[in-house]
Nanobody
Framework: QLQLVESGGGLVQPGGSLRLSCAAS????????IGWFRQAPGKEREGVSC????????KYAESVKGRFTISRDNAKKTVTLQMNSLKVEDTAVYYC??????????????WGQGTQVTVSS
């Protein structure tokens, strides 16, 4: 059973930055693509970013492209989402997820409990 624990959320002003981390345990992370999705109140879940098994390929939603950067360290079993130039519309609960094989669609196999990100002045 793969377990994912997110950290790093908080309150930040528009234009600020936050760094989210996801720690994995339970299984070999090398078999899973890892990503982040978010969900704001009253809105549908949105895939934010995903990184391939080796870390060589990263995908981003158009809404965050150029502002967010995803990375992973398979040896440490961690995934990081660096979020810069944050906007009010980035406010949501952010979830780390794992997907067997490749970054593909929204059929996630595991996800964490989420961390709140609030962007407000």
């Amino acid at each position: 059973q793969l377990q994912l624990v997110e950290s790093g959320g908080g309150l930040v002003q528009p234009g600020g930055s936050l760094r989210l981390s996801c720690a994995a345990s339970g299984v070999d992370l090398n078999y899973y693509a890892i990503g982040w999705f978010r969900q704001a109140p009253g809105k549908e879940r949105e895939g934010v970013s995903c990184i391939s098994l080796s870390g060589g390929l990263a995908k981003y939603a158009e809404s965050v492209k150029g502002r967010f950067t995803i990375s992973r360290d398979n040896a440490k079993k961690t995934v990081t989402l660096q979020m810069n130039s944050l906007k009010v519309e980035d406010t949501a609960v952010y979830y780390c997820y794992a997907q067997w094989g490749t970054c593909s669609g929204s059929d996630y196999d595991y996800w964490g409990q989420g961390t709140q990100v609030t962007v407000s002045s």
